[in-house]
């Protein structure tokens, strides 16, 4: 199964985007799942997770209450809507099965992400 990360692009300080991530290739993963990004220079780190039955996200506290995570499981995606958006939120975002704040450790197809670049 591929993850595919769309939705990125260039966006001013205090904007939106709405990120979204599709599987293809077989089942969409049932269980939590995750965003993760990476900003130049810096490792791939967590942004949000949700269960599978939709319920309590988990945030990290950066994005908390400008980010927010949500999925369809009849349509196979997850999405991430960002508002207030920063110029530190400028990273290649992905998806990814995960536990609370982390990604499945049996998960390493990443595949591109989509980036999102936060002008000032």
């Known amino acids: 199964v591929q993850l595919q990360a769309s939705g990125g692009g260039l966006v001013q300080a205090g904007g939106s985007l709405r990120l979204s991530c599709a599987a293809s290739g077989g089942t969409f993963d049932n269980g939590r799942m995750g965003w993760f990004r990476q900003a130049p220079g810096k490792e791939r780190g967590f942004v949000a997770s949700i269960p599978s039955s939709g319920g309590t996200a988990f945030y990290t506290a950066s994005v908390k209450g400008r980010f927010t995570i949500s999925r369809d499981n009849a349509k196979n995606t997850v999405y991430l809507q960002m508002n207030s958006l920063k110029p530190e939120d400028t990273a290649v975002y992905y998806c990814?099965?995960?536990?609370?704040?982390?990604?499945?450790?049996?998960?390493?197809?990443w595949g591109q992400g989509t980036l999102v670049t936060v002008s000032s």
């Open positions: 990814a099965p995960a536990s609370i704040s982390a990604p499945r450790t049996d998960f390493h197809s």
